[in-house]
């Protein structure tokens, strides 16, 4: 986003989103924890939001005076921990092999 | 809310949002825009954000052409507050059987004649392109450098914000209930929040267009079926194009963040509403991808979700007006490719909705409805 205040805060640190920014998304309207987190990447990240998720929501709280209680957290999908292709690819094939044998 | 306005516009998504920004843009102000949740939180938000401009007719070229120029320029032209995230890598098409390949042959004669420059590749020039491809069993390839990549939730919220400004009213977290009607014509609109008298509705509710089509007594012959994706980690560049393969049902692409995105449509799925991710699809896109671009393997997914694709018989979308409810005007059934024409599809709709001239409203008259009554189908045969 252009023109965000220089702030050297840091909420999510898997996509550097600092908390000016957060707050110039939600100045501009963002009402949602879902809504932060498709423009900024926010919760997206290798940590899968355990870090900035409760940080997001709070300030979210914080600005807009919802009480935290009443805001709905963005979706936790899976995979719950970061899993490589590779990984799951030779999983696939042993299957297959258990299926032959 | 407003009571009363001249157009109304049921669906947040890209496609809503976009036509809202063009009517205004060409005058008409009053115009209200109705999303059940919040902006591209549909198909829009859950589609893979390619960019392509290789189609297989001459209609889906010619949207995706006319909308590429309006990516191109689209941050500046709706003076949007942050990036829209535009590459353009180009797209790598891959065919692995003689019938594939004599489609992309086909193609790409079509894609030229109308001024797309992709050209057809041997395995070996394929491997230029994209250095970690598996070429083992590949017989050719088509490749267009202007084709890529762009942020659907930045779109979205470029035209959303750039329709506001121009007067256009946008109420979000509003369901839409009813449609109203009286002697053949559309009246209003129901929702939970009270009813807007209109004369014009717009059905850009995506997947749940048919929904919406129904209330209004409207028939189109579409279905909606889950698609599912997943993202890496992001890593530092090595993917320039979108990777596309017909035979596998998937693509995959490096976005300007550095994750990479890929889909994969299986024909197994069954039509309905259902958009929970399974682990069928985490096994299927791992086996085939690191089949594909085996250093992908090493990537760790960070993330799997699924949307609607929102089908038509002939997988290419149904626009302009219902022939049995006037007023009732339709910009749906995109089948899997709604996002990257839809700078094209407003500025038809617009143009159309205000009966103002336009070079490429044959396009549009040529995608109506009616077009499955009259067996008239534009068949699209390059469809994930």
Known sequence: MDNVPPDDTIICRCSDVTRAELRAWIAHGLT???????????????????????????????????PLEELTPSSFRQPLKGITLGAVADWVAKEKQEKEV | MKQQAEVVIIGGGVVGCSIAYHLAQNGMKDVVLLERSYHASGSTGRCGAGVRQQWGTELNCRLAQGSCRDFETLREDLDYIADIEFKQGGYLLVAYTPQQVEQFKLNVALQNSLGIASRFCTPREAQEIVPHLNIEPLMAATFYHRDGHANPFHVTQAYADAAKRLGVEINLYTTVTAILTA???????????????????????????????????VEIPTISERHQILVTEPVDAFQGPMVMSFHHNTYCQQTP?????????????????????????LKDMSDKITAML????????????????????????????????????????????????????????????LTLTHPDLDILQRLTVERFTRGDLIIEPSVV
């Open chain 1, 32 to 66: 949602s924890m879902d809504e932060l987190k498709r423009l900024t990447r926010i919760t997206m990240g290798p940590c899968q939001g355990r870090t900035c998720r409760h940080l997001v929501m709070q300030e979210l709280a914080a600005v807009t005076g919802q």
């Open chain 2, 183 to 217: 002697k053949g014509k559309v009246t209003g609109v129901r929702t939970d929040q009270g009813d807007i008298a209109c004369r014009v509705v717009v059905n850009a509710a995506g997947g749940q267009a048919k929904l919406i089509a129904d209330m209004a007594g």
């Open chain 2, 257 to 281: 963040h550095g994750s990479f995105i890929m889909g994969l449509g299986d024909p197994r799925e069954p039509q309905g509403q259902e958009i929970r991710s399974s682990w069928q699809f």
């Open chain 2, 294 to 353: 085996p250093p992908l393997r090493n990537l760790r997914i960070v993330r799997q979700w699924a949307g609607l694709y929102h089908m038509t018989p002939d997988k290419s979308p149904i626009l302009g007006s219902a022939p049995e409810l006037e007023g009732f005007e339709m910009a749906l059934g995109f089948s899997g490719h709604g996002f990257m024409i839809s700078p094209m599809v407003a500025r038809l709709m617009a143009a159309h909705i």
